[in-house]
């Protein structure tokens, strides 16, 4: 009964975690229509940010320390941290994109390209989207890092910023803002799927290669 109070708080959390990568996402895209989008890679970082602040379960920021001697989440947490995040962001890009019907269609114009443009069967190799997944990967985990070990407070805060901004801007995949993108621009199929696996064994390789780099 314990075991699964704690799954479900972790599941909840994710959700929550999830949102903010929504959030986090729609700023992006947002910016992005305007030819604005380094301001819209800075402003991604928000999302992380509301996060590391409330302690909420996101799955590329626990699973850094699947092998850790430390601190290290259990399969269950890393499971229902990823159920949680990937519930939100599907639904939450469902969700959102009703708004093609309220006027929105020209920053949808931009969803349906940026989501399928470089994606796997138009011009990504699963190599390349390894690659780009792990890379991002590794960035997530140094900006969560700097957070929890830096002792002032405007480093942490200016880690979480550059760390994040640098994945977006350099056009690193994370799986959940895929995972968001495609199902706001309502672009699912067998390729994009097969994109987000790869994406997640990326983004964990990466996690996990990001704990390497600071504690060996």
Known sequence: MQTFKNGLKVYLSGIYAGLCVVLAASIYLVFYSINLRPVGSVLFSV???IIVYYGFALYT??????????????????LMAFLGNATAVVIGGFI???LRFTGWNALFDIVDGIAVSRMIGSGETWYMALIYGFFCGVLVFL????????KSTWVKYIGLIFFI?????????????NMFFFSLGNAWN???LLNV???IAGNSLGGMFGYLLTYV
């Open 96 to 98: 959102l994109s009703l």
């Open 143 to 150: 900006a969560i890092h700097t957070h929890k070990k830096a």
């Open 197 to 199: 696996v790869i994406i």
């Open 47 to 49: 999302g992380l940010i």
């Open 190 to 192: 067998g390729a994009l």
């Open 61 to 78: 920021g626990k699973i850094g320390h699947a092998f850790a001697l430390r601190d290290r989440p259990s399969g269950l947490t890393l």
């Open 165 to 177: 901004s640098a994945f977006v801007i350099l056009g690193m995949e994370h799986c959940l803002a």
